[in-house]
């Protein structure tokens, strides 16, 4: 099993849609979840933290369920400007090393 | 200006020739890391270096080296590049002091082995 495994898609979306990515990861003792933004030929940037208490930011909802070892991404109204490759980020331990997913395409079309 | 900076943008090279690849930062991190990313295969770990006199391997090193010259400086040599080490480098940056050692990367340096 692959130590965090997405759906590459492509997601294909009309704007104002919603639509939820999912990945999951191996390795239990993970401590920290990230949902990185990489963008055609450019570099990842962090869109947002995850916690286990699951958290929002404006129309981006990220959610953890350690139990199940998976991670979530909802988009809610997608706009044209969030067509990007998301990619699922596990930091395995304390080295500060993070582990990640292969990314899901995400196209947002008019 | 950026906080991460990597050099050169571009890089097209022949097989058997030394390169090497430099990325600076202003942010302050004592933490750097250089990734390689290869469509379908994701980011995967090179080297990463926790201070000046930290240097550790990662997922996929060999053929590859680093210097960690300063805090701000980290830069990955390929002695003898070969095709295969075609791909997209980034090198990054992190604060373990921040939230969950959230990674700031460079622009990325595409490089092409003839």
């Known amino acids: 099993r692959k130590e965090v495994e997405q759906d590459p898609g492509p997601f294909n979306v009309p704007e104002g849609a919603t639509v939820a990515f999912n990945c999951t990861y191996s390795n239990s003792a993970s401590q920290s979840f990230f949902w990185y933004r990489q963008d055609c030929r450019k570099e990842p940037k962090l869109l947002m933290s995850v916690y286990s208490s699951g958290n929002e930011d404006g129309r981006f909802t990220a959610q953890l369920n350690r139990a199940s070892q998976y991670i979530s991404l909802l988009i809610r109204d997608s706009k044209l400007s969030d067509s990007a490759t998301y990619l699922c980020?596990?930091?395995?331990?304390?080295?500060?090393?993070?582990?990640f997913g292969k990314g899901t395409k995400l196209s947002v079309k008019p | 200006d950026a906080d991460v900076t990597q050099t050169p943008r571009n890089r097209i090279t022949k097989t058997g020739k030394r390169i090497m690849l430099e990325c600076s930062q202003t942010?302050?991190?004592?933490?750097m890391y250089w990734y390689r990313q290869d469509p379908g295969l994701g980011l995967r770990l090179i080297y990463y270096?926790?201070?000046?006199?930290?240097?550790n391997k990662g997922e996929i090193s060999d053929g590859y080296s680093v210097s960690r010259q300063a805090q701000a400086k980290f830069s990955l040599s390929l002695e003898s590049a070969i095709p295969n080490q075609t791909a997209l480098y980034f090198c990054?940056?992190?604060?373990?002091?921040?939230?969950?050692?959230?990674?700031?990367f460079g622009p990325g340096t595409r490089l092409t082995v003839l």
């Open positions: 270096s926790f201070d000046v006199k930290d240097i």
């Open positions: 980020v596990v930091n395995v331990g304390s080295q500060g090393n993070l582990i």
């Open positions: 990054a940056t992190s604060d373990p002091s921040g939230v969950g050692d959230t990674q700031y």
């Open positions: 942010k302050g991190h004592d933490r």
